[in-house]
């Protein structure tokens, strides 16, 4: 790994083993993109990829006989105003009402490690050896102020992490109307566009379609969250890509909340990526003296397909994003009272459940909506973080300490950053929510945003809920967000800040998780936000899993955790078995199967285990043991490899490998069951082709079938390369046998005595 800067030709060289990134200063001081892709050698000139070529109607930004044209030049950081009627990567609006800026090389930085970012999300290295920081800083004289272009390049992985930073020291005062965290800039445009879109219930649905002239963009504008509508990642693949070959170029943001990521094409065919909070109503000022810092973009690349990309991704998260002492272990099992009960319980009902769970194996027991102020319904409550004694008359001290004797840890919920007007909160501080004075303000499940953009709402918020943590005992919190913002406007800024509310709030949420974190570092977080609306690696940082939709039903999350893992691992999957007829789609899947979706994942319980027949009871006894027993192969060790797409085709299969390639777990689910219909062959990843694996399946009849026939377990031993390139031949009377529709079979693969 090198950050190197070449004096005489004036460019700069990143690489490692996998990628170089290569960036020049240009004749005009500015900085042009030369080349971002696998490694190359280091040479000390690479002039030639600067293309430059005068075309009609263009503008030429050097004195006569210049050619420097900005439309036709793959531009750092792209502005608008001098010939490049691209969109750009900044927009600041001086005093005088212009926007153009020129900022031109002033000098450079070359450090070892990564700064933090804080109070923003990022990753971050823990030995200076792990990775260099490359900043650029760039001037503009007219306004006095130094635009930051940070860089750093990872020695183990093929990741660029990127930021934008300015520091104004002008006299006059200057408006960021645009910062975005990242451009790239491509000489060609054979990409397909992959990103994850959705909605509530059907989050990160994989898309994938052509590059063409013009612009395409995925873009939040909720204001308290990144959405489940697009998620912030982005990734362009060469047309012949596959999961396992091709280059494949990824964009994952980590923030949480508005953000835009764009491609355009020009009619020069050049394609350039943008990546930042989203322009639309931002608008930060800036005074002498004052900086704003962007968020950061983690660029991937990965010669060798979708697959790469995302263990990439998945490793970077999970060892260099998530902190604290969850960040290297297994997760507890757990279950949640959420669809056992909504909103009806009481201290009985839950110790029953608990009871329950104990009995199954279940070590956490987590306490849903519902145990605070007058909340029997979603009408009410929001903001009272105190409990409700006529639910809970021990209090969350008391139930929380007998649930610890009942031999479970206790969870809870909390979604600290919402009001219902009718609570004690709003009564007491009607200005606090989002919204303008006399206007209309939209509510969503009768509640409303509190204005995290001021730091007094945030400090209430969290001395009311430390509060309860510390009198209780509580070893995990679900951190819940369910509702976008409507009539963004905070009532103590002035006019000339509204622009920073969005960005602002988001900082508030940042800064209530720093102190919670920090104030009690040995609990597991959980993020939330009507499912999955808020899964992004913004709130990794902060809480290492998220749950991963409302939606449980298996075959529905087959889809939604397959795109999920486009970039997150899966130890952040938040991952349920709930009732059935589910309760989203009114759906019955078998209970094996919701598990066998399930474990891929965190891995719970979403149900009364007191309403399962004693057959299922059983199999729930041995789901927790199989979970207890892989769940380090699954959530910590293994790369995850995706095989079949459930958005492709009838199948879905999955699989997880360790490191040392000696263990691995195959999952394949069917949508709907073939009758009379050939074998099926499941083609591994992973393995080491010269290993002999011992590959077994369970394939007696699910508890679904009723059908009390002996166990039958299918084993037998082949190499890696047979499993890999001939694949596990798949009857399908035995998915017939799981139940048909919806079955699952899991096959375990292990290197062989
Ligand atoms: C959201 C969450 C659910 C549940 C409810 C409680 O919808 O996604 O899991 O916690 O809120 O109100």
Redesign the pocket.
Known sequence: MAVIFHENSKQFHLFNREVSYIMGIMENGQMENLYYGKAIRDREDFGRFHEEEMRSQMSVCVPEPGILSMQYTRQEYPVYGTGDYRSPALCIRQENGSKIVNFVYAGHKITEGKPSLEPLPAVYTEEDSEAQTLEITLHDEVMDTDLILSYTIFEDYPVIARNARFEHKGEEKIVLERAMSASVEFSDMDFDMIHLAGAWSRERYVKDRKLEMGIQAIQSLNGTCSGAEHNPFMALKRPDATENAGEVYGFSFVYSGNFLMQTEVSTFDMTRVMVGINPEDFAWELKKGESFQTPETVMVYSDQGLNKMSQVYHRLYRKRLMRGKWRDLARPILLNN?EATYFDFNEEKILNIVKKAKEAGVELFVL??GWFGARND?YRGLGDWYVNLEKLPGGISGLSRKVEEMGLKFGL?VELEMVNKDSDLYRAHPDWVIGVPERFESHARHQHVLDFSRKEVVDYIYEMISKVIRESSISYI?W?M?RYMTEPYSRTSEPSEQGKVMHKYMLGVYDLYTRLTTEFPDILFES?A??GARFDPGMLYFAPQT?TS?DTDANERTKIQYGTSYVYPVVSMGSHVSAVPNHQLFRTTPIETRAAVAYFGTFGYELDLNLLSDEEMEEVKKQIEFMKKYRELIQVDGDFYRLLSPFEGNETAWQVVSQDKKQSIAALYQKLNKVNASWFRLRLQGLDKDKLYEVSCDVSAAVCTGKKEKEEVLTYCAYGDELMYAGIPVSRKYLTRKGGDFAALLFLVKEAD
């Open positions: 959420w849903d909506d979603d919920w679900k819940d369910n939330c009507s499912g749950w409302d």
